[in-house]
T-cell receptor
Framework: DTGVSQDPRHKITKRGQNVTFRCDPI?????LYWYRQTLGQGPEFLTY????????KSRLLSDRFSAERPKGSFSTLEIQRTEQGDSAMYLC??????????????FGEGSRLTVL | DAKTTQPPSMDCAEGRAANLPCNHS???????VYWYRQIHSQGPQYIIH???NNETNEMASLIITEDRKSSTLILPHATLRDTAVYYC???????????FGKGTHLIIQP
């Protein structure tokens, strides 16, 4: 399967704990995006990378959130000191910009976080 | 401020064409219109995109008005599996353009 994969698919944690999500994009894609989605809402943009460079962050990305894409391939999203309001689906997407790419985003199935 | 406006929900009978409108009156000259859909409990799925010409692929057709201030996504023969939330977005121009809004919840009735 060459789609976007995310791990874990589900995570239940207690308030105050740290959690980390991993995203493996489609291999030749140079952009990687993180979104958050709460019930009944559309996906909200968090941040994106062009190769290994983090180019943009949403104001939603508080200082408890950090994302990395160290070698321009997989990415991690870490949430420190989780709060109940962090409970959401965290979606990763990738795209190819330039060359033959037309910019559409390919999404993974998401990682659902529940903070108790 | 939202960059696109869509009706919150629509119904369509199975086998009929589903026409989903989107207003994007603040679109700039080089911004593409993208459509995605999200079936319950899945990640969003790309459908189609266009700049100013009408586009068609195996999933849908996209009609963009001449002034580019609105567009319509057409699913020519809707099936029950087309029940989903459909999002119209303008991905150009910063972080706001990458947020999806609430979309249109399309319900296909048997």
């Amino acid at each position: 399967d060459t789609g976007v994969s995310q791990d874990p698919r589900h995570k239940i944690t207690k308030r105050g704990q740290n959690v980390t999500f991993r995203c493996d994009p489609i291999s030749e894609h140079n952009r990687l995006y993180w979104y958050r989605q709460t019930l009944g809402q559309g996906p909200e943009f968090l941040t994106y990378f062009q190769n290994e460079a983090q180019l943009e962050k949403s104001r939603l990305l508080s200082d408890r959130f950090s994302a990395e894409r160290p070698k321009g391939s997989f990415s991690t999203l870490e949430i420190q000191r989780t709060e109940q309001g962090d409970s959401a689906m965290y979606l990763c997407a990738s795209s190819l910009i330039g060359g033959a790419g037309t910019g559409e985003l390919f999404f993974g199935e998401g990682s659902r976080l529940t903070v108790l | 401020d939202a960059k696109t406006t869509q009706p919150p929900s629509m119904d369509c009978a199975e086998g009929r064409a589903a026409n989903l409108p989107c207003n994007h009156s603040t679109i700039s000259g080089n911004e593409y219109v993208y459509w995605y859909r999200q079936i319950h409990s899945q990640g969003p799925q790309y459908i189609i995109h266009g700049l100013k010409n009408n586009e068609t692929n195996e999933m849908a057709s996209l009609i963009i008005t001449e002034d580019r201030k609105s567009s319509t996504l057409i699913l020519p023969h809707a099936t029950l599996r087309d029940t989903a939330v459909y999002y119209c977005i303008l991905p150009g121009g910063g972080a706001d353009g990458l947020t999806f809004g609430k979309g249109t919840h399309l319900i296909i009735q048997p």
